[in-house]
């Protein structure tokens, strides 16, 4: 028969209410057992003083070397502070402090418990990315010697998440539930189903703490051997520790940096998308200015050709010039109509130069013209340029 999680309170020892009871429990021994294999052991927020840190960095010897540092001196009260991963990221990692009181850790050494994690580490790595108020209720069962009592008490606990501050309080007291008033209603209690995922579910972080605590384990075992054998399971023991500490946290870091790479990769499509829309876009918008371009280039090559021919002729004076896709349509006044029809006919690209009606002789001026062409604007374009 499996043993149960269990929650250690202030009062004696539970199980949680939504796993399947057993009707009978086996007695914990003083004796080392490897339980926590398969089972977790949850210390309540009424036995440890807590407080969660977040360091700048995702470099686990520089984190190791922090927490060495910061763990002997970060509690206020006396007792036995421990350190745990909440998150670590390629940036950032966020560790839970938690310092048992010398009551607890009496109780669980009497108990034989020696894999334990505080009750609020499972909600703050199940949390500490949605920020609000949360408000974890569990249903437990008294363990009373070797029997499971039919009676039901609740545990409440508030977790609040903001940007880079993780912090709870327990409800368990009248002086928690008045401290906490203010925000209490406008928690959102996390249901059943969910508490029993966050409480059941295992991880990586898990398996860390597991074998952290269990090289614990082992150095007060072999605390009164031999030098030469004590270094020896030391080693062995940290050599295991690393390996799976490593691994663990190698896979875990791959896994971020594969999900930061496909973030990057996907933002950067987007924007090639993105910008091969805007150069299409930009393409069309070139072959609309250019077309616009060459049909203005025509009229002003014209303009410029007849120009040079008023040039010759004092008295030419073009009264109306009137462009057409295909056609011109000349008005005007000459000296001689005929002269200018000549001159217009030997223009390469000018075709079908012809009166659209007689001249018109004035008295003085010369003659009024009334002259139509045809123009081939690709012929006309090359043969101007030349």
């Not at 123009?375 to 374009?381: A, C, L, N, R």
Request: charged content about 25%; overall charge neutral; hydrophobic content about 40%.
């Amino acid at each position: 028969m499996s043993v149960p999680s269990l929650f250690l309170g202030q009062t004696g020892l539970y199980q949680f209410i939504f796993q399947q009871k057993d009707k009978r429990f086996d007695k914990l021994k003083s004796k080392v057992n490897f339980s926590g294999l398969k089972e977790k052991f949850f210390v309540s927020r009424d036995c440890y003083w807590e407080k969660v840190v977040y360091y700048p960095t995702g470099n686990l010897f520089e984190l190791y070397k922090i927490i060495n540092s910061e763990i002997i001196d970060i509690s206020p009260i006396n007792g036995n502070t421990s350190a745990y991963i909440i998150n670590i990221s390629a940036q950032r990692s966020i560790i839970l402090y938690c310092c048992f009181t010398v009551e607890t850790c009496e109780r669980m050494k009497q108990l034989g418990i020696w894999y334990f994690i505080p009750e609020t580490l499972a909600y703050y790595r199940a949390l500490h990315e949605n920020i609000g108020c949360y408000l974890c209720k569990n249903s437990l069962s008294p363990l009373n010697g070797d029997n499971i009592s039919e009676d039901i008490i609740s545990n409440e606990v508030v977790i609040k998440v903001e940007n880079d501050d993780l912090s709870s309080l327990s409800l368990n007291s009248k002086a928690g539930l008045r401290i906490v008033a203010p925000i209490f209603e406008l928690s959102s209690e996390i249901l059943t189903e969910e508490l029993r995922h966050i409480i059941c579910k295992r991880g990586m972080y898990d398996v860390i703490d597991f074998s952290a605590q269990l090289i614990v384990l082992a150095r007060e075992k072999i605390s009164g051997k031999k030098p030469i054998l004590k270094n020896i399971l030391l080693f062995s023991i940290t050599a295991l520790f690393t390996f799976v500490f490593g691994k663990s946290v190698f896979l875990n870091w791959e896994y971020e940096k594969l999900q930061q790479e496909i973030s990057a990769n996907r933002d950067k499509a987007a924007k090639a998308i993105q910008l091969s829309n805007q150069l299409k876009n930009a393409k069309l918008g070139f072959e609309k200015i250019n077309q616009t371009i060459n049909e203005h280039s025509s009229k002003v090559k014209i303009l410029e050709i007849l120009s040079q021919i008023s040039n010759q002729d004092e008295k030419l004076i073009f009264q109306s010039i009137n462009i057409l896709p295909s056609e011109i349509q000349l008005q005007g006044i000459a000296f001689s109509s005929t002269e200018l029809l000549t001159l217009l006919s030997k223009v390469k690209g000018f075709n079908s130069v012809a009166f659209s009606s007689p001249p018109v002789a004035i008295k003085e001026q010369g003659e009024r013209f009334n002259i139509s062409l045809l123009y081939d604007e690709k012929i006309y374009v090359d043969t101007y340029r030349k």
